[in-house]
Nanobody
Framework: QVQLVESGGGSVQAGGSLRLSCAVS????????TGWFRQAPGKEREGVAA???????RYADSVKGRFTISQDNAKNTQYLQMNNLKPEDTGMYYC??????????????????WGQGTQVTVSS
């Protein structure tokens, strides 16, 4: 059973930065993809960034140039560096894993395992 644990959320002012971490355990599939998703109150969950086992990345247009996804395979951990945060970035951020993926996607329905989420709040 794959387990994901997020950390690093918090409250910052607009223009600030946060780095989210996602520790993955229980997976021995080297072809996993990992993604970050967020959900604001009253809104649908949306894909923010995703990374494949080969390092290929994909970003939502709203975060391009501000967010960076990366992974440390030795630690089985993925990161989401968020810079120049805006109030509209506020939401619960979830890490998700897709087993045996062949392409990187931001579609949440394609992901098999999910973490519990970490809250990010950006004030103006």
């Amino acid at each position: 059973q794959v387990q994901l644990v997020e950390s690093g959320g918090g409250s910052v002012q607009a223009g600030g930065s946060l780095r989210l971490s996602c520790a993955v355990s229980g997976s021995d599939d080297s072809s996993d993809c990992t993604g970050w998703f967020r959900q604001a109150p009253g809104k649908e969950r949306e894909g923010v960034a995703a990374i494949g086992s080969d390092g290929l990345v994909r970003y939502a247009d709203s975060v391009k140039g501000r967010f960076t996804i990366s992974q440390d395979n030795a630690k089985n951990t993925q990161y989401l560096q968020m810079n120049n945060l805006k109030p509209e970035d506020t939401g619960m951020y979830y890490c998700a894993a897709r087993v045996g993926c062949t392409y990187v996607t931001l579609m949440s329905l394609r992901y098999d395992y999910w973490g519990q989420g970490t809250q990010v709040t950006v004030s103006s």
